[in-house]
């Protein structure tokens, strides 16, 4: 694996790896690599000839200056994992590479980047990440581009601008990677304190009680809503969302018919989390995950959870 740091030399080893005949994937990240960030390598290790991981902590899309400071960074780390997966290509660049004075340009998808996600962290949170998305696969120019289903909303925002800017990737989305008790893997997990850590299961118990009640045939999203945030109370957590909406347009439904992604948002401590679960028919968003698989109630009573 070789590390890259200017745009120039990306842009030349693809082009060299293209005119090989290989083709190339982009994974786009922020570092602090845990087992979901393995799994989108992974899946581009299986069907790309070359493997290009970004790895920059986006500035543009922090709210809060407190977070981008206390973002976790492990490059080093980062990097030997990353090459022990197979990685052909590190692109580390530093801010000024991505930002370079004068930079005025942002990329805002309307409506969509607007709401939940959007409307918390604030309208700036998701044109930044598109803005950073569009020079990546501006520079990279990959085939296939991987994203995680444990942001949901990202993948419908970036799947919008896409579409709208004629862009030619193809997205691959890899489902949520999680521990054994159901919570899912995130950068963030580190900063939660053990007592935070064990209430944190609170959002895949919400997801869980949410996709129990969809299942028995309940169609009225106000009371699946109900059964999740009553689950979530079990464990002292209260949601600052939690929303049944269409997994594209993220617009609220009126009733459930069909496709549902139930997005939960929730602080645990000062640590705030997202999660949610894709409902698409009799396949539980549990037990998707081929990484990770989140253990049944019985497994889970007989195995200690382990910290990530
Ligand atoms: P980040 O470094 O947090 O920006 O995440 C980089 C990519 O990894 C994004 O596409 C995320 O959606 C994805 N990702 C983060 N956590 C998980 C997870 N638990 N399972 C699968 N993908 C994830």
Redesign the pocket.
Known sequence: MITLRTKAEARAHVMAARAAGRTVGLV?????FHA??H??MDAARESCGEVVVSLFVNPAQFDEASDLAAYPRSEARDAAEAEALGVDVLFAPAAEEVYPEGFATSVRVDGLGDVFEGAERGPGHFAGVCTVVAKLLNVVAPDLAF?????AQ?VAVLRRMVADLDIPVELRI?????EPDGL????RNVRLAPAERARAVALSEGLRAAEAAIAAGEDDPALVRGAAVAAMAEHDVEPEYLALVDPDSFSELDRIDGRVLVAVAARVGQTRLIDNALVEGSDPFWQRNEVTPVATPAQRASTTTKES
Do not use: I
Request: net charge positive; hydrophobic share 40%.
């Open positions: 786009p990240t922020m570092g602090a979901g960030h799994a989108l994203f995680g289903q444990k942001d990202q890899v489902p949520t990677v999680r899912a893997l995130s950068s």
